[in-house]
C-alpha cells in the first residue's frame, strides 16, 4: 500500500513538472525594436529595422514590436520599411512611446503599414505633407502629383487595417497632427497603453484586420527582448546628416590640398581622405546637386589660388560666394531636413573671411617690415677694411670701394652703404 502510494506521488509530481516545463516553454516571445529617440528614417536606420523584422519570423518570434519616434525621414527608405512590415511573416505592432514621442511625416507610414498601431499618452501623430528640399511647399503641378500620390498610399494602409480612412488625407494636405487620446476617437490608431507589457495584455486574443494577412495575438505576460541600434547604425545615422557632410567634404578637400602643395606632413592629408571618404559615403544617400558640387569645388580652388597669387582678394571674394552657393544648393534635390542649415552657411563664410582679412593683415605688415635675410640686410652695418679693396663685414670678406672714390685704409671701420652683386659700396 505505501509502495503504491509512493509510486502515485511520484507520478503526480512528475506531471506538474511536466506540466510546468511545458507551460514555461511556451511563454510567448516579443523582439521589440527601439526606433529612436528621434532616429531619422534613412537607408541607415532602414536597414536596421528591416534586419530586426527579418530576425524576429527567422528566430520564431510571436511578434515584432517596433518602439517608434521619429520625426520622419526619406520617402524611399519610408517605403522599404513599410513593405517590409507589409511582407512580415509575423505580427508586427507600432507602439508610438515611450511618453512625449511621435510620429511625424514619413513615420505615419510606418506607423499605419502595421497589424495593430498604440501609441503611449501624451504622444502624437501625423504633419505628413509633403514639402520640397527648402522646407516649402511644392509648386502647383508637382504639388497635386506628389500630394495625391501619398494620400492614396496612406489611405490604403489605414483601409488595409480597417482604421480611419479620412484622416489620413488631412494628415497629408493640412498637416492634420493628433495626440494619442485623439487619435483613438477617431479611430487613426488601435489601443493606448501607458507600457509595453500593458499593451501586450490587451493585445491577447486580438485578431487582426489586414486580410492578406490575418493574425490572432495571444501576447499576454509575454518574455520581451528589446535591441537597439548598434553604433555602427547610430554612426551611419550621424553621418548621414547634411551639414557634417559639408564640412567633411571641405575638410577633405582642404586635407588634401594641404598635402600637395606641403608633401610628407602626412598627418592633413591622412585626416583628409578619411573625411572626404565618410564625405563621399553621405553623398551616396543623400544625393548631391552636381551644380552645388561643382561651385564648392570651383570656391575652394578660387581660394587655393589667391593664396599664391597677387590679387588683392579678388579671387578669394569670388571663391567665397562660389563656395557658399555651392553648400546653400548641394541637397537642394532632398526633404527639407535634409538641407544645409543656413547659419552654417554664413559661419563657414564669415570664418573665411576673418582669416583673409587677418592673413592679409599680416601680408601687408610683414612688407613694412626691414629685410632680415639677404645680401641687403648689410646696408648700414659696419665694416673693417683689411686690405686694399677688401673689407670684413657679416663673417666674411667682400670687394668694396669708398662712395668718394677715396683709398681704404686697412684698419679702418667703414659703413656699407650699398650693395651691387659682390661689390659694396662704403663710406667713412
Known amino acids: 500500500m505505501k509502495r503504491a502510494l509512493l509510486g502515485l506521488l511520484v507520478v503526480l509530481a512528475s506531471l506538474v513538472f511536466v ?127 506628389v500630394i495625391n500620390d501619398a494620400v492614396a498610399s496612406l489611405t490604403g494602409l489605414a483601409a488595409a487595417n480597417h482604421r480611419n480612412t479620412t484622416w489620413p488625407e488631412k494628415a497629408v494636405r493640412e498637416a492634420s497632427n493628433l495626440t494619442a487620446e485623439q487619435a483613438l476617437q477617431m479611430n487613426v490608431i488601435d489601443f493606448i497603453a501607458p507600457t509595453l507589457p500593458a499593451l501586450l495584455d490587451k493585445l491577447d486574443g486580438y485578431k487582426t484586420k489586414n486580410a492578406d494577412q490575418l493574425f490572432t495575438l495571444h501576447l499576454a505576460g509575454a518574455e520581451i527582448d528589446t535591441v537597439e541600434p548598434g553604433f555602427i547604425t547610430r554612426f551611419l545615422n550621424t553621418i548621414i546628416n547634411p551639414n557634417l557632410i559639408s564640412l567633411l567634404f571641405l575638410l577633405g578637400i582642404v586635407g588634401l590640398i594641404f598635402e600637395v602643395l606641403h608633401p610628407g606632413v602626412v598627418l592633413p592629408g591622412a585626416l583628409g581622405a578619411v573625411s572626404l571618404v565618410l564625405a563621399l559615403y553621405g553623398f551616396s544617400v543623400l544625393r548631391p546637386s552636381w551644380g552645388g558640387l561643382a561651385l564648392m569645388l570651383l570656391g575652394i580652388a578660387l581660394l587655393v589660388v589667391d593664396l599664391h597669387a597677387p590679387t588683392h582678394g579678388v579671387l578669394t571674394t569670388g571663391g567665397l560666394i562660389a563656395l557658399l552657393f555651392g553648400l546653400a544648393l548641394l541637397f537642394q534635390n532632398e526633404p527639407g531636413i535634409y538641407r544645409v542649415n543656413l547659419w552654417l552657411i554664413l559661419g563657414i563664410g564669415g570664418a573665411i573671411g576673418i582669416f583673409w582679412v587677418f592673413a592679409t593683415g599680416k601680408a601687408l605688415a610683414a612688407r613694412k617690415l626691414p629685410l632680415e635675410t639677404g645680401v641687403q640686410t648689410m646696408v648700414g652695418q659696419v665694416a673693417e677694411v683689411r686690405g686694399p679693396g677688401l673689407v670684413f663685414v657679416d663673417g666674411a670678406l667682400w670687394q668694396a670701394h669708398a662712395a668718394d672714390d677715396s683709398e681704404l685704409v686697412p684698419g679702418e671701420q667703414v659703413k656699407v652703404q650699398s650693395v651691387d652683386g659682390l661689390q659694396l659700396t662704403v663710406g667713412r
Do not use: C
Request: hydrophobic content about 40%.
Open 19 to 145: 506540466g510546468g516545463a511545458a507551460g514555461a516553454s511556451s511563454r510567448p516571445r516579443v523582439l521589440a525594436i527601439t526606433f529612436g529617440p528621434d532616429l531619422e528614417i534613412n537607408p541607415a536606420t532602414e536597414g536596421y529595422l528591416t534586419h530586426q523584422l527579418t530576425r524576429a519570423a527567422k528566430d520564431d518570434y510571436d511578434a515584432a514590436v517596433i518602439l517608434l519616434d521619429t520625426p520622419g525621414g526619406l520617402s524611399t527608405s519610408m517605403k522599404t520599411i513599410y513593405q517590409a512590415e507589409l511582407a512580415s511573416k509575423v505580427p508586427v505592432i507600432v507602439y508610438v512611446s515611450p511618453e512625449g514621442a511621435r510620429a511625424a511625416s514619413a513615420g505615419v507610414w510606418v506607423a499605419q503599414a502595421a497589424d495593430v498601431l498604440a501609441m503611449a499618452p501624451t504622444t502624437n501623430i501625423g504633419s505628413s505633407t509633403p514639402i520640397d528640399s527648402s522646407g516649402k511647399n511644392l509648386g502647383s503641378d508637382l504639388r497635386h502629383k
